[in-house]
């Protein structure tokens, strides 16, 4: 499974990377672990996704509501999915995305260079 997060995390930091918000993409990954362990992951998305008329913060929800459909934690959105989970898998799906984070992290300082 981590293998598997590892290989979207670097699709996602591949497109980023392409992109002309991709510095700021790069500091807003570094920043969500912290944000969810402090907030929560519910939260945190909520702030996000207000957030997402800016390209960076859509494209960071975006991925990480690929991540969570890609393993089964949700059929729809979100916001809304995650709501009525249960704590053990809401609790597995906050690992998920932190882990997913972690490798998202560590790719986009390899790959997003500033200039």
Known sequence: MISERAKVAFKHVQQAS?????????QHIKKLPQIIHTNGLIQTMAFVKAKAKEKDFQQIFDNISHLA????????DILQDAIQLDSDAYRRLT????????????FAEAEIRED
């Open 18 to 26: 392409t992109q002309p918000y991709k510095k700021e993409y790069k």
């Open 69 to 76: 459909k890609h393993e089964g934690y949700i059929k729809g």
């Open 95 to 106: 690992q998920a995305v932190m882990d997913y984070l972690h490798w998202a992290k560590r």
